[in-house]
């Protein structure tokens, strides 16, 4: 408790809760007792510093004795108010009606306690009511509370008196601490009028109750220990709340989800991603092998289906207005995203192809003998490449729209790509949008965006599009004299057997020099659009995420830069896109992705560091706010995807922060604290990417949403749980 609830000038807090826990317990003469003796205490303790007449006027009031006080005030609107001025807090001229308010309120008080039996209500009518004529409400606003003033009016004051099942607290204005006592009433209406006023109108009117205090100091108590968690559901709230556990202590909920549910063990080699479902029954694992590999959570993570690709699918299932990939390279799956009705996958691979996967039936018990081999089994669907050899590393589906664009049936799908690449597709890989190519800026940004987009020449990289014999275009960040990133462009001619190695070697293994003396920064683009975006109209793109309304798209980029683009409502010719923020960060940026609310954005930043951002100010144009940073693991070479976890159904936010690391463990911190919470050994070698099945449901008692996977490099995909 803070030194200042027990200065002189200052009600005692402990006296108060105890004041109020007894006349909630039904001890009320004890309670009253107590409040006279208190009030008694304070006032002698400061005596010097209450006005004479105040204490009289308050003495007066507490004894019932309003006719004293009604004669006192009637006389000095005729002789002079300027003493009784004095001991208020008014500072304008309208003195008359300052004294008439008083005077309302005491004759209301009267009225209440000894008038209010009066079969004609004369007392109403001819001494209360007229009053209000008097009192300019505006003049003595800084006097009541608003509460008070706003019901001040004749129709409403006489309809709220002249009914006789009114209680004491709505007789007078709902006032929070007007309960059943009068003088409670007393404190309520003049805690503001009189100077000094919390010395002698001083009831207990703004302490909690004393099981509130508890319930705030557990909570606290709580909050301290690093491995407490809030029940997840209501479910759980019941549980905790049951009668078996009547008393729930702080270590109740602590974090228990660090048991190993199952180990799956269907790749062929390093699993480098896995993504639950939207609905949280499915999971989706990629790897290294090529493979995607989809499980039923429900059903203790049965297989439900192997995807790999073959040449002969792809041939089958390549969109005829897409160019073709260079042979020989690997399908290795480097990212995969869920539709949100879970009807569609897709993946991004090593070999630049993007395949839509159709899982439309995914939910089918059975099948029959006569529909087998047909449009019900899950398969390729489509696929296609943004370009010759143009590598795609991640995608995400926007949410559903009420509009769709080209008369497309199926959802629609943001891809971005290392070679400076950023569009929208339908499932049929027809391409629907380019943030690049329509940019809102000035007409030379404009001409440049066309020229990228026709692929006749990068005007940024100064090399033309090549053909499918020609090179591959790698990437190196360096630093010049300021300490700014600077992109280098080189076109390295290799054969087809260094390829596979090269592309394994960017996803895996995507190494740049940090640069210690570059600071953090951010800037919004109607502020500072000629310094934040003078290298390049274009970026290459590591990763990226919608928020869950539709309106922004994120990219982590490799210029350790974050960007921030506004989503048009419907794609059609006139559609633009402008970049709304940019972060610049000093750290390799590997992943992002945006937290279930749509109000946080989780970013890695190699070497060693996680960040969260607050976006939600970009809802009213103003740039994001770094919430907090997350240290303890490492990700000095390899991309690593974090995640957020445990999402609270209460407050409709993640509670956790979780990441792999090159050590194989998996890093668990609070996402409000910070608080690194504990480290658990998931995989022999790297643990490449964690996932937690956020929206999993309580199912038989299985609280699914409880659940979260890890992949590594030892090939194997680990369930974790409660």
């Known amino acids: 408790m803070s030194d200042g609830l027990t200065t002189p000038k200052t009600p005692d807090f402990q006296v108060q809760v105890m004041i109020k826990t007894l006349r909630q317990l039904g001890y009320d003469r004890l309670s009253s007792d107590l409040l006279h003796e208190y009030r008694t205490q304070v006032q002698t303790d400061n005596a010097s510093d209450i006005p004479v007449l105040l204490s009289w006027f308050h003495n007066a009031l507490r004894t019932n004795n309003y006719r004293t006080v009604e004669d006192y005030l009637a006389s000095i609107s005729q002789t002079g108010h300027e003493e009784f001025i004095h001991i208020t807090n008014y500072t304008g001229e309208d003195h008359k009606s300052v004294v008439n308010s008083v005077l309302y309120m005491v004759r209301r008080m009267d009225y209440w306690c000894n008038h209010k039996g009066d079969s004609e209500y004369s007392y109403l009518w001819d001494k209360l009511l007229p009053l209000l004529d008097e009192i300019n409400i505006d003049s003595i606003r800084e006097l009541y509370d608003a509460q008070i003033l706003d019901q001040l009016k004749y129709e409403n004051e006489a309809e709220v008196l002249t009914n006789e099942g009114t209680p004491l607290h709505k007789a007078f204005f709902n006032l929070p601490g007007a309960g059943s006592n009068i003088q409670e009433v007393q404190d309520a209406v003049f805690k503001k009028v009189f100077k000094n006023s919390h010395l002698v109108f001083n009831s207990p009117t703004h302490v909690p109750s004393l099981s509130t205090i508890i319930d705030q100091a557990v909570k606290y108590q709580q909050s301290q220990s690093p491995f407490y968690l809030p029940p997840r559901t209501k479910h759980d709230w019941r549980k905790s709340l049951s009668a078996q556990n009547p008393n729930p202590s702080p270590t109740t909920n602590n974090f228990n989800c ?87 996958l897709v993946s991004c691979c090593l070999d630049t192809v993007v395949r839509i996967w159709s899982i439309g039936d995914i939910d089918r018990k059975r099948i029959t003998r006569s529909e087998a081999n047909t449009s019900h089994e899950i398969k390729l669907m489509t696929c296609f490449t943004l370009g010759q050899d143009i590598k795609t590393w991640s995608c995400e589906f926007l949410p559903y729209r009420k509009e769709t664009s080209f008369s497309s049936s199926t959802p629609q799908f943001v891809i971005g790509s290392p070679d400076k690449a950023l569009k929208v597709f339908d499932c049929y890989g027809v391409e629907v949008f380019d943030f690049y190519g329509n940019l809102e800026g000035d007409d030379e940004e404009k001409r440049q965006n066309q020229g990228h987009r026709s692929g006749v020449l990068d005007p940024y990289t100064s090399s033309a599009t090549t053909s499918p014999s020609s090179s591959r275009r790698t990437h190196d960040i360096t630093n010049n004299t300021d300490g700014e990133a600077v992109i280098e462009d080189a076109n390295d001619v290799n054969d087809e057997d260094e390829d596979e190695d090269e592309d394994v070697d960017d996803i895996h293994n995507d190494e740049d020099h940090d640069d210690g003396n570059r600071k953090d920064d951010i800037s919004m683009k109607e502020a500072d659009a000629k310094s934040t975006f003078t290298e390049s109209a274009f970026n290459r793109i590591n990763d990226l995420a919608i928020t869950p309304d539709g309106k922004f798209l994120i990219t982590a980029n490799n210029d350790k830069k974050l960007l921030f683009y506004r989503i048009p409502d419907v794609f059609n010719d006139e559609a633009t896109t402008k970049r709304l923020a940019c972060i610049n960060l000093r750290g390799r940026l590997t992943s992002c992705s945006v937290s279930s609310n749509g109000k946080y954005v989780l970013i890695n930043s190699a070497p060693e560091e996680l960040q969260v951002w607050d976006i939600s100010p970009l809802l009213h144009h103003n740039p994001p706010i770094l919430y907090r940073k997350y240290i303890g693991h490492s990700q000095s070479t390899y991309i690593v995807r974090s995640s957020f976890g445990y999402l609270n159904e209460e407050t409709g936010e993640e509670e956790l922060v979780l990441s792999g690391s090159d050590d194989g463990y998996v890093y668990f911190w609070h996402l409000h604290t910070g608080q690194l919470i504990t480290r658990i050994k998931a995989h022999i070698d790297l643990c490449n990417a964690v996932d937690w099945n956020l929206r999993g449901s309580v199912v038989r008692n299985n609280d699914y949403g409880k659940m979260w996977g890890s992949v590594g490099d030892d090939k194997l995909v680990k369930i974790w749980g409660a």
Request: proline residues 6%; hydrophobic residues 35%.
């Open 258 to 344: 660090d048991q190993l549910h199952c180990t799956l063990t269907d790749h062929l080699d390093e699993v480098w991603f896995l993504k639950f479902s939207p609905s949280g029954k499915y999971l989706v694992t990629g790897s290294l092998d090529g493979r995607l590999i989809l499980y039923n959570v429900h059903e203790n993570f049965q297989r439900i289906k192997i995807m790999e690709p073959t040449n002969a699918a792809d041939s089958a299932a390549f969109a005829p207005f897409s160019v073709k990939p260079s042979s020989g390279k690997t399908k290795a799956v480097i990212y995969c995203c869920w539709d949100p009705k879970e009807q569609y």
